[in-house]
């Protein structure tokens, strides 16, 4: 995919997810040749959203997506960092794409496997079905209950205004709650 654009991005990792679901006990390789356009395409939408969300305020901000060692996540995600923050411990601001491919859950969040103690809204109890889903299969993998601003973003997406928004608002918001 040659593409500056974060609707393409996006459209394109769920349209993978739509053909290849999370599925229980039936894990996708990361050596599989079939996974390497999933990869090239979260590599240049790693590229994408740290050229457009570089810095808030002043503030430099870098990015992680999700990769897998041996096995594809079950989550596909884009982590925008602020300074110190890493994707294990920290406060920062996540794009999580739904396990089935219908979109995705953006939001600031905190860490789900070092808790900082934010008030997270509770989306997920016990075996509720979402339409936006971003539980993995364990349970260092359930995203929907750590965000603090959750806004669900539906695929096809066609037009990244609101998302761009909600992305720098959750930047912002990340800040505030890490006192930068």
């Given at each position: 995919?040659?593409s500056?654009n974060l ?14 679901p ?8 990361t050596n599989?040749?079939?996974m ?11 590229k994408h959203?740290?050229q ?8 430099p ?12 996540p ?10 110190g923050?890493?994707?294990?411990n920290g ?6 794409f739904?396990?089935?491919g219908?979109g995705?859950?953006v ?5 789900k ?8 809204v509770?989306?997920?109890t016990?075996s509720a079905?979402?339409?936006i889903?971003?539980?993995?299969t364990?349970?260092?993998t359930?995203?929907?209950n750590?965000f603090?601003?959750?806004?669900e ?7 990244s205004e ?5 992305i ?7 800040l505030l709650?890490l006192d930068?």
């Amino acid at each position: 995919m040659n593409s500056d654009n974060l609707v393409d991005y996006f459209n394109a990792v769920c349209e993978f997810r739509q053909l290849n679901p999370v599925m229980k006990n039936m894990p996708l390789r990361t050596n599989d040749p079939a996974m390497i356009p999933i990869r090239d395409v979260m590599n240049g939408f790693k590229k994408h959203v740290q050229q457009q969300y570089q810095e808030i305020n002043n503030v430099p901000f870098t990015v992680e997506v999700s990769r897998g060692i041996m096995n594809l996540p079950n989550v596909l995600y884009a982590c925008i960092l602020p300074p110190g923050q890493m994707v294990r411990n920290g406060i920062y601001t996540a794009i999580c794409f739904d396990i089935m491919g219908r979109g995705a859950l953006v939001g600031c969040v905190e860490s789900k496997v070092t808790s900082k103690g934010l008030k997270t809204v509770q989306r997920k109890t016990g075996s509720a079905l979402l339409f936006i889903d971003v539980d993995g299969t364990t349970k260092r993998t359930k995203y929907n209950n750590v965000f603090v601003n959750p806004e669900e973003f539906y695929y096809p997406l066609d037009d990244s205004e609101i998302l761009n928004k909600h992305i720098h608002e959750s930047m912002k918001l990340s800040l505030l709650l890490l006192d930068l």
